[in-house]
């Protein structure tokens, strides 16, 4: 698999977009972007995922660039919930199937 | 609630025993996943069961067992325990084996040695 760049902290003004970047220059083309994220020592939570275009769901978007050696993690409008460690993992449908995770991004939502 | 459930909770023992975790995985799912969560390690998966037959392995360690029964609960054995073994240990299910799927992680078990 890929591996995933990420800075190690963000803070974010509650109700405020939240814009978490995620390099993968190593990316291949059978690779998707995962994002998982992690509240405070809970299981992590499945966020979103894509292959090359842009995805949406009720919970953030998910901006891929053109070369997909980068993408972004938007979640609309923050609140203190989510504040959590955001994971970038990248992977094949065929990687054996684990989830490998770095170390994340602690992204801080403040008042 | 993911749906996936994990017992117990917390887990307190002494070097040298012997420990069982137990995963249930959500509804419908035949992939049980467990991974390792320690302070210095980060999250680290382990082994990977679908349908009752071992898929994968990772960074498990030989004290380190685990078996997927007829009915897909899972349960994790930890053996000769040792203090680095303290970690908090998470099961995740998924509806399929392999493929682009999302993995749901149960509540995890901490567990303590001392």
């Known amino acids: 698999d890929a591996k995933t760049t990420q800075p190690t902290s963000m803070d974010c003004a509650e109700g405020r977009a939240a814009n978490l970047p995620c390099n993968h220059s190593?990316?291949?083309?059978?690779?998707?972007v995962y994002w998982y994220r992690q509240i405070h020592s809970q299981g992590p939570q499945y966020i979103i995922h894509?292959?090359?275009n842009n995805e949406t769901n009720e919970m953030a978007s998910l901006i891929i660039t053109e070369d997909r050696k980068s993408s972004t993690l938007i979640l609309p409008h923050a609140t203190l919930r989510d504040t959590a460690v955001y994971y970038c993992?990248?992977?094949?449908?065929?990687?054996?199937?684990?989830?490998?995770f770095g170390g994340g991004t602690r992204l801080m939502v403040k008042p | 609630d993911s749906g996936v459930t994990q017992t117990p909770k917390h887990l307190i023992t002494a070097t040298g025993q012997r420990v069982t975790l137990r995963c249930s995985p959500r509804s419908g799912d035949l992939s049980v996943y467990w991974y390792q969560q320690s302070l210095d390690q980060g999250l680290q998966f382990l082994i990977h069961?679908?349908?009752?037959?071992?898929?994968a392995k990772g960074n498990i360690l030989e004290r380190f067992s685990a078996q997927q029964f007829p009915d897909l609960h899972s349960e994790l054995n930890l053996s000769s325990l040792e203090l680095g073994d303290s970690a908090l240990y998470f099961c995740?299910?998924?509806?399929?084996?392999?493929?682009?799927?999302?993995?749901?992680f149960g509540p995890g078990t901490r567990l303590t040695v001392t």
């Open positions: 995740a299910s998924s509806t399929r084996g392999s493929g682009i799927y999302e993995q749901y």
């Open positions: 069961y679908y349908n009752g037959e071992e898929r």
């Open positions: 894509g292959l090359k």
């Open positions: 993992i990248v992977r094949g449908n065929n990687a054996g199937n684990m989830l490998t």
């Open positions: 190593t990316i291949s083309g059978n690779e998707y």
